[in-house]
């Protein structure tokens, strides 16, 4: 295998690889992988090999593109490689890192990162971000770990990053679990074992359209009318991000009704932080009704991570019991 040994570069757009335009008054995607590889120590450019595959901002991206780069990313393991940085925006790096986790068989450790602000910005984390994500896919301790992602001299878990700010350095972090690992110096140290969300293999995509919607005090039931009222169903799923246990209101049943008796996996979930979706209570919109009419349970998912789930589970074909079980796996 020729590339035995390298670690593939695989530049998938975001700030990371933007500069300021004087024309257009704003940054742009226009870093070439050339370019960036100058910010690299010489001793971690050997052996890297640059994939220059879209300039895109993330908030661009689709689960279908995502799943494009996956294919990418398997084709390079195939090949030889033995570690994968894939370079992204913010915007949407923690939902691409966690489906591609969803779909990574391989032991070769991929890792994501980007930056926060642009690399010609004072206090700019795109050049050590670059370094450390690097020497993580360089290290034989991060083989079997799945996809992670590297921000400030730390690794999350693809499954437990997510981004709590937009304006400062420590933009993500793991919600109640913390790294999985650390980077000091050229060293890194894996701090705890985590377990890896369920993946499912094969030659397939995602389903395109599994829609996500939130629920907050008064929320109108008007979207969720319309999408039931549709005689050619628009949606192949849906998430509910809903309150506390998984409640929502009274006035959204009929149409959750409709879209499950018409073949619509509808998938609930609680928009808490750290939320579980619990049997409590059994009055009109409360988990219990809901569950009791087809709905299916999140049971610990986010509702961001519940929509990628349930696209990929619909893409490889799951449906009921099997379905609701890939869902709640822990």
């Not at 750290?274 to 049997?279: L, W, Y």
């Amino acid at each position: 295998m020729p590339k035995r040994n390298k670690i593939a570069l695989v530049i998938a757009g975001g700030q990371i690889g933007m500069k300021f335009s004087e024309k257009l008054n704003g940054h742009t995607p226009s870093l070439s992988g050339e370019e960036i590889m100058y910010w690299l120590p010489q001793e971690l450019s050997e052996n890297l090999e640059i994939v220059d595959w879209s300039h895109q901002p993330s908030s661009h991206y689709t689960m279908r593109m995502t799943s494009d780069l996956v294919h990418i990313l398997n084709k390079l393991v195939q090949e030889g490689i033995a570690g994968l940085v894939v370079l992204c925006g913010t915007d949407s790096l923690e939902e691409m890192a966690y489906l591609t986790d969803l779909l990574w068989a391989y032991p070769q450790p991929v890792i994501f990162t980007g930056a926060v602000l642009p690399p010609d910005m004072i206090g700019s984390d795109a050049s050590i971000n670059i370094t450390q994500a690097i020497m993580a896919a360089r290290s034989e301790a991060c083989w079997g770990l799945g996809v992670m992602a590297c921000f400030q001299d730390q690794l999350f878990a693809a499954s437990e990053i997510t981004q709590i700010a937009n304006h400062r350095g420590s933009a993500f972090m793991a919600p109640d679990r913390g790294p999985v690992a650390e980077i000091v110096g050229e060293e890194v140290t894996i701090l705890r074992v985590y377990k890896r969300p369920q993946i499912l293999e094969g030659d397939f995509s995602p389903a395109r359209n599994v829609e996500l919607l939130w629920i907050a005090l008064g929320s109108s039931s008007k979207i969720v009318e319309t999408m039931a009222g549709e005689k050619e169903k628009s949606i192949d799923g849906l998430v509910l991000a809903a309150f506390g246990n998984g409640n929502i209101p009274p006035s959204w049943t009929p149409h959750i009704k409709t879209l499950v008796k018409e073949g619509i996996p509808v998938v609930l979930t609680s928009r808490c932080l750290s939320g579980h979706v619990r049997r409590m209570f059994s009055f009109e919109g409360s988990v219990n009704k809901l569950l009791e009419m087809g709905v299916m349970s999140g049971g610990h998912l986010s509702p961001i991570h519940a929509r990628l789930k349930l696209a990929v589970a619909l893409g490889a074909g799951l449906k009921g019991k099997v379905l609701q079980n890939y869902l709640i796996a822990k």
